[in-house]
Structure formats: C-alpha cells, structure tokens
C-alpha cells in the first residue's frame, strides 16, 4: 500500500527557513519520480520541485530556484523540501506527490495528475 507522509510545516517569519519531510511507504523512492506541490488558497495547486530517479534529474519551478532544495534520502525512503529565505506568497499547503513511475522531472512537476498525495503541511508565512 502506497503512503505518503509530510511533516514539518509551520508558522515562520519571512525570510526564515523551515524544511519539509515526505515519508514514503509501500514503495522504493529511487526508482520512481516524486515531487513537492503546493497549494495557496484561492489558486491553483502548481508544482515546485520534482526528481526523476535517484539519477539526480530535478526540476524547480522559478519561484524555487536559487531558495529550495529537494533532496532524497535512500535509508528512510523520504525526501525533503529545504526552503530558504521563504516570503509570503510561500504561504500554502504543501503536498508531495508520486505515481509510483518514471518519468522527467519537469514532466512530472508539469502535470497535477497523481495517483499517489500525502495529506498535505500548511506552511504559513509571515511579514
């Protein structure tokens, strides 16, 4: 059984860092792309960081780059979202996402179609 877990949302002052967790089980993270999407009220859900494989291939959408970090961690089957200099337009609800598949990393940012969501971590910023 496929499950997705994040953890490590909160209430942070703009400018502050905070990182987020994803906690797969049921499958093997290497092997399949996985990605962090948000949600911030009243728009919709976009992605902001994917990874193919554990070959390294990622993608981040511009409002990430140069301020976000996804990562993967092999051992406990997770991956994580560092989020640096945060603002408050980061405000939202962040979800990771997989379809238990291959496929490149801005592909799978691109398309809101999942098979698989975590519940989701409100990540509140303020100014």
């Known amino acids: 059984q496929v499950q997705l877990v994040e953890s490590g949302g909160g209430l942070v002052q703009s400018g502050e860092s905070l990182k987020l967790s994803c906690a797969a089980s049921g499958f093997e993270l290497d092997y399949y792309a996985i990605g962090w999407f948000r949600q911030a009220p009243g728009k919709e859900r976009e992605g902001i960081a994917c990874?193919?494989?554990?070959?390294?291939?990622?993608w981040y959408a511009d409002s990430a780059k140069g301020r976000f970090i996804m990562s993967r961690d092999h051992g406990k089957n997770a991956v994580y979202l560092e989020m640096n200099g945060l603002k408050p337009e980061d405000t939202a609800v962040y979800f990771c996402a997989t379809d238990v598949k291959y496929k490149p990393a801005e592909l799978f940012c691109a398309d809101q179609r999942k098979r698989f969501w975590g519940q989701g971590t409100q990540v509140t910023v303020s100014s």
């Open positions: 990874l193919s494989t554990s070959d390294g291939e990622s």
